[in-house]
């Protein structure tokens, strides 16, 4: 007997190789970001959402106890700051103190004084591929792609299952990978990942009329919607022979 879940099961997994695994014939490997700018004014996952390259993103934001979080704060610019007035001019490590001791500042007075909350942030990304060197040339298109924007990645050898479970709809952050992501982000700062920024064209009645070119996604248009439409009218734009009037009979077609 077939359950459910048997029908949706894949035929067969391969999880031999630390660096990928393989389900019925596609190739999965997983990237981490692990570190961020300090500060960012533009969306970060655009440019990897926008690269129609073979990838999966899954973003967890966990809410943080905004008087554990000042709690924690202060004591941390307390100790920071007794340090900095004792260190000697010579100490290395002084300007990393003083960063983090200004950023645990900052954050302290955004909770207090702008009402923000604190959250921990994680960003996966699965990349797959039918082919192993077409999967490597992914990732290090990905991986080009988010230094580029300011994103440290880091490749999740050994820990390829914990990463593709993550990356599914089940809203699974597993443990074993989540202190490599883990990052704290401010109400604001999660603007940047905002992930919905790819424009479509999507009537729920309509009729499938092709591709964005931009982004690959289908556009289903309901032109005799008059509660978004004007009117049912359509212009038609295209060089010749480019199949202008085939496209206007098929739209046209009564069932």
């Known amino acids: 007997m077939f ?3 048997d ?4 035929a067969y997994i391969n999880m031999q190789n630390p660096k990928y695994f393989e389900i019925d014939n596609l190739f999965y490997a997983g990237l981490i970001i692990v570190n961020y700018f300090r500060e960012q004014n533009d969306i970060i996952l655009k440019t990897l959402i926008e690269s129609n390259l073979n990838i999966n993103i899954s973003i967890f934001y966990e809410k943080q106890d905004s008087y554990k979080i000042i709690k924690d704060l202060t004591y941390h610019i307390g100790n920071v700051g007794a340090e900095l007035k004792e260190a000697s001019q010579n100490r290395q490590d002084i300007d990393i103190a ?3 001791y200004n950023d645990a500042r900052y954050i302290r007075k955004e909770i207090q004084v702008n009402n923000e909350d604190m959250y921990f942030l994680y960003i996966y990304i699965i990349v797959y591929s039918e082919d192993k060197k077409e999967l490597e040339y992914y990732l290090n298109k990905v991986e080009g792609i988010a230094q580029s924007k300011g994103l440290e990645t880091r490749r999740a050898n050994f820990r390829q299952e914990e990463m593709f479970l993550s990356c599914l709809p089940i809203m699974d952050n597993n443990k074993l990978i ?4 883990k990052r704290n982000v401010l109400t604001s700062g999660m603007l940047a990942t905002y992930p919905f920024i790819s424009s479509s064209i999507f009537d729920q009645n309509g009729i499938f009329i092709g591709t964005n070119i931009y982004n690959n996604s289908l556009v289903f248009i309901d032109r005799y919607d008059s509660e978004k439409y004007k009117n049912a009218n359509m212009c038609i734009f295209g060089t010749s022979r480019s199949w202008k009037i085939f496209f206007y009979k098929i739209i046209n ?3």
Not at 7 to 10: G, H, L, Y
Not at 178 to 181: F, G, I, Q, R, W
């Open 3 to 5: 359950s459910e879940i």
């Open 7 to 10: 029908k949706i099961a894949p």
């Open 98 to 100: 003083a960063f983090t």
């Open 178 to 181: 989540k202190n490599s992501a």
């Open 253 to 255: 077609i009564k069932i």
